[in-house]
Nanobody, 130 residues
Framework: QVQLVESGGGLVQAGGSLRLSCAASGRTFSGRSFSSYALGWFRQAPGREREFVAV????????NYADSVKGRFTISRDDAKKTVYLQMNSLKPEDTAVYYC??????????????????WGQGTQVTVSS
């Protein structure tokens, strides 16, 4: 059974920060296999489609960010802990959404397209008040 479990969401004022975590477990991610997956964050606001936020490769290359979060959000991973993080700074009300982590692999190129990801978490709510 594969599990991705997000945590760290909550309510924050505009200009504040949050750090999301996503921990992986299950046979698919056993041993070193987690390190061979590209890991992404997506978000979905009410009435809107799920949109790409950030992705980090398994190769150690530079992450990719949506233009709307570039310079404010940072994605990182700790393969020993089988966890991916999203540090969110200078939050804006338009960042309010349910945030999902996702895994794509093994050994695949980074993608910003949600449909290519194999595994998803259940989501964590982020609400930014003005």
């Amino acid at each position: 059974q594969v599990q991705l479990v997000e945590s760290g969401g909550g309510l924050v004022q505009a200009g504040g920060s949050l750090r999301l975590s996503c921990a992986a477990s299950g046979r698919t991610f056993s041993g070193r296999s987690f390190s061979s997956y590209a890991l992404g964050w997506f978000r979905q606001a009410p009435g809107r489609e799920r949109e790409f936020v950030a992705v980090i490769s398994w190769t150690g290359g530079s992450p990719n960010y949506a233009d709307s979060v570039k310079g404010r959000f940072t994605i990182s991973r700790d393969d020993a802990k089988k966890t991916v993080y999203l540090q969110m700074n200078s939050l804006k009300p338009e960042d309010t959404a349910v945030y999902y982590c996702a895994a794509d692999g093994p050994l695949k190129s980074m993608t910003t397209t949600a449909g290519y990801y194999d595994y998803w978490g259940q989501g964590t709510q982020v609400t930014v008040s003005s």
